[in-house]
Nanobody, 114 residues
Framework: QAQLVASGGGLVQPGGSLRLSCEAS????????MAWYRQAPGQERELVAY???????NYDDAVKGRVTISRDNAKNTVYLQMNSLKPEDTAVYYC????????WGQGTQVTVSS
């Protein structure tokens, strides 16, 4: 059974919005800060944002002001609301814990293009 399942990606025009979701196993979710990462073609995976168990959020400078990370503790789900999307946001987006990583699940492709 997959422990991290990301969804919500797609093709969007520059300036558009997407909301990503990631359902985690209760074991992972309840014990950890959760994060979104992304990997663009030919590049290393990078941290986009993370949210603590208490709900405090932190963002990479590249997305600050355009992205909101949140978590629903009742649903074991972490969200990434992305607005004002740019072509450079194109990547596969993954969720995982922040800190010691869990096994990577399947990501969701986000493509920003006109």
């Amino acid at each position: 059974q997959a422990q991290l399942v990301a969804s919500g990606g797609g093709l969007v025009q520059p300036g558009g919005s997407l909301r990503l979701s990631c359902e985690a196993s209760v074991t992972i979710f309840s014990r950890n800060s959760m994060a979104w990462y992304r990997q663009a073609p030919g590049q290393e995976r990078e941290l986009v944002a993370y949210v603590t168990k208490g709900g405090s959020a932190n963002y990479d400078d590249a997305v600050k002001g355009r992205v909101t990370i949140s978590r629903d503790n009742a649903k074991n789900t972490v969200y990434l609301q992305m607005n004002s999307l740019k072509p450079e946001d194109t990547a596969v987006y993954y969720c995982n814990t922040f800190g010691p990583l869990s096994i990577w699940g399947q990501g969701t492709q986000v493509t920003v293009s006109s």
